[in-house]
């Protein structure tokens, strides 16, 4: 019997695992991270923006979208913010972004596979979006200095990590006094049957595991986040559930240039 993977192989695993489904986006597919059914019944993709969100994302973005929400219908970004995307993919939630911090904010991605970030960037390029920066590297090791963003976002990504502590711990540093997230994952019930929780995540795309509610928040508090709100949104079936996650960091934000 084969040993089990470690964190490095697993998570190896999965960057060619969506560096593949960049390659179909890229090729004029429409890439599939989850069974089909879970697009309908869990509103993955970008079925879960309306029709206002994505006039102006290309439709490349858009059919690449493989998240399980929309972290922006509670993000509340602001003209002149700083927002970071954990897990990018094709960049669909940064051009987002973008638009809505405006000429004078920032929207950076950040992905681990360099063929998602191709895509990324060849979407920011057909956007026209001049305030946005695609960067490579893991969730659990954010490549920008402490304090350096106003708000996190993540789109059904923090599920595949591994180490989801450290996954939060980095955005917490990231963030400056008064930041906040706004993640959309997937949450599991209580008490599920482990059998039946991971045929459940199998058929989601969760590849590395769920976390409960209680969980998520539990983690949330340990690296120091208050304001804690877990919403679950969309029934995915086998006692999953999209969610939305909303916290913020301590501390009042500085105040910004210009303001009185």
Do not use: W
Not at 151 to 165: E, H, M, P, R
Not at 168 to 186: K, T, Y
């Amino acid at each position: 019997m084969s040993e089990p993977a470690g964190p490095a192989a697993t998570r190896e695993a999965t960057v060619r695992r969506y560096s593949h489904l960049a390659q179909v986006a890229a090729a004029g597919g429409t890439p599939l991270d989850c069974e089909a059914n879970a697009l309908t019944d869990g509103c993955f993709g970008a079925a879960a923006y309306t029709e206002g969100d994505t006039p102006t994302v290309p439709e490349a973005a858009s059919r690449a979208s493989l998240g399980c929400g929309n972290p922006l219908a509670v993000a509340d970004l602001r003209p002149g913010e700083t927002v970071l995307d954990l897990g990018s993919g094709g960049g669909m939630d940064v051009l987002l972004s973008a638009r809505r911090v405006g000429p004078t904010g920032h929207a950076y991605g950040l992905d681990g596979s360099h063929d998602m970030l191709a895509l990324a960037r060849a979407n920011a390029a057909q956007a026209g979006a001049s305030n946005v920066e695609f960067l490579h590297g893991h969730i659990e090791a954010i490549p920008l200095p402490a304090a350096a963003v106003d708000i996190v976002i993540s789109n059904c990504v923090i599920n595949l990590s591994t180490d989801k502590t450290a996954v939060l711990a980095e955005a917490f540093r990231v963030l400056r006094r008064g930041g906040r997230v706004g993640i959309s994952d997937v949450i599991a019930d209580d008490g599920l049957d482990p059998a039946a929780r991971a045929a459940a995540e199998q058929r989601v795309g969760c590849a590395n595991g769920t976390l409960t509610a209680g969980e998520y928040e539990q983690l949330l508090r340990t690296v120091g986040f208050t304001g804690i709100h877990i919403m679950p949104t969309t029934d995915a079936g086998g006692g999953l559930h999209s969610a939305i996650v909303q916290a913020t960091k301590p501390g009042t934000a500085p105040a910004s240039p210009g303001s009185i």
